[in-house]
């Protein structure tokens, strides 16, 4: 066979035959807002819109905030007598298709929301036995990310129901991240890599510190429940793959230390950054908050590798987390109730992570200290890292060499 032949074959079976999810486009944690935390199902075009405006002019798009996603609540309750979604006549008169057109013309992205249930949790349709076709859907209206829930799936296997959705996904031929929100109950951090780019690892969140509001059969978990809830699953994070710590909750109640907390951990843990507060009416505070582009930075590092714990001694959760270029952040938690002084001997604290094969060196090498949130140099690891520390707030920092 002539070897063009043969490689439009291969290609052509590649398409095929060989599906996947699309890589290359979540090498870091996928930032952007979503509807639900603030708006459940009531949401439309308008509130889209706006929300894209505002990134522009707040900030937030500058800032790396890209994805606005709607959650469940966008559709008709019904499918049309083709079996195709239907957007919500009212909600969003113009369709999804302008609306994606209007949040692209802002350079920004568009998010969806299904289930891979009969019905979504709220009750609209699911996409159970119509994925290729409403993946078609998605492609159609130049949709870029979907998050795909848990609800009403019965006796389904997660792995199959999941795999399913990418391939659909893959076939329709539009590159879209793909958010996997099972809750962890499937332990997708075992499965989710070939799957999609991001993975829910618990119950939904609430904006609570560290509290768990039932419901019957399942919680909602506020931020260190979220936090604390699993064991070593950070190895399974890394490029294009990300443990989901959920929607953030930062400018919806807590204290704003409890905020600065919050985003300084989702950032340590390479969780996604979704906000799911409501940007249009935030304080000056929330927005300087989750627009901190040196906490970001974290965040964002190119090795993608999630902090863990070094010690929660005391009144102190301390967090390390590997950054490229030998670099290293880490975050100093006052959980008291009262402010404390931390006094941080770095001769004391053998500091690493054996997973990476990573240490911090502080003993032959001195490392330049920065205070991520007050944005200036602190000293080095020549000395003794000392401060207060307000209740629930933070001291991040960023060791240079
Ligand atoms: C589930 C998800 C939430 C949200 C709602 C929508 O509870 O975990 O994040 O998407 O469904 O109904």
């Known amino acids: 066979m002539k070897k063009p032949i043969l490689l439009l074959l291969c290609l052509l079976v590649g398409m095929d035959g060989f599906a996947q999810k699309f890589e290359g486009l979540a090498e870091t944690p996928p930032m952007g807002w979503n509807s639900w935390n603030t708006f459940a199902t009531d949401i439309d075009e308008q509130l889209v819109k706006d929300?894209?405006?505002k990134f522009v002019e707040l900030g937030l798009k500058d800032a790396g905030y890209e994805y606005i996603v709607l959650d469940d609540g966008w559709m008709s309750m019904q499918r049309d007598e083709n079996g195709n979604l239907v957007p919500d006549p009212e909600k969003f008169p113009s369709g999804m298709k302008a609306l994606a057109d209007y949040v692209h013309s802002k350079g920004l992205k568009f998010g969806l929301y299904n289930c891979a249930g009969s019905k979504t949790c709220?009750?609209?349709?699911?996409?159970?036995?119509?994925e290729y076709q409403d993946a078609r859907s998605y492609a159609e209206w130049d949709v870029d990310y979907l998050k795909y829930d848990w609800c009403?799936?019965?006796?389904?296997?997660?792995?199959?129901?999941?795999?399913?959705?990418?391939?659909?996904?893959?076939?329709a031929e539009r590159p879209v991240v793909f958010s996997i929100c099972e809750w962890g109950d499937n332990q997708p951090w075992t499965w989710g890599e070939d799957v999609g780019h991001l993975w829910r690892v618990t119950g939904d969140i609430i904006n609570c510190w560290d509290c768990e509001i039932g419901h019957g059969s399942w919680s909602s978990w506020g931020i260190w429940k979220i936090i604390n809830m699993h064991g070593?699953?950070?190895?399974?994070?890394?490029?294009?793959?990300?443990?989901?710590?959920?929607?953030m909750e930062v400018g919806n109640g807590l204290t704003d230390a409890e905020d600065r907390s919050h985003f300084a951990m989702w950032s340590m843990l390479s969780s996604p950054l979704i906000m799911g507060n409501n940007p249009l009416t935030a304080s000056k505070e929330t927005i300087k908050t989750l627009s901190n582009k040196e906490v970001i930075a974290v965040n964002q590092d190119k090795l993608g590798i999630q902090a863990l714990r070094f010690t929660n001694e005391g009144d102190f959760e301390i967090w390390v987390k590997p950054l490229a270029n030998e670099e290293w952040?880490?975050?100093?938690?006052?959980?008291?109730?009262?402010?404390?002084?931390?006094?941080f001997d770095w001769t004391r604290h053998q500091i690493g992570d054996d997973v990476n094969g990573r240490r911090l060196e502080v003993k032959n090498t001195k490392f330049r200290i920065r205070d991520l949130y007050a944005h200036k140099e602190i000293g080095d690891t020549g000395q003794k890292l000392k401060a207060t520390i307000g209740s629930h707030d933070v001291l991040m920092v960023r060791l240079r060499k």
């Open 122 to 130: 709220a009750g609209y349709p699911g996409s159970r036995g119509y």
């Open 329 to 343: 952040a880490m975050t100093f938690v006052n959980m008291a109730d009262t402010p404390q002084n931390l006094d």
């Open 152 to 171: 009403n799936t019965g006796k389904q296997n997660a792995v199959a129901a999941y795999t399913t959705m990418r391939d659909a996904l893959y076939k």
């Open 51 to 53: 929300i894209a405006d």
């Open 232 to 247: 070593n699953i950070r190895k399974a994070a890394g490029p294009g793959h990300w443990n989901d710590l959920d929607m």
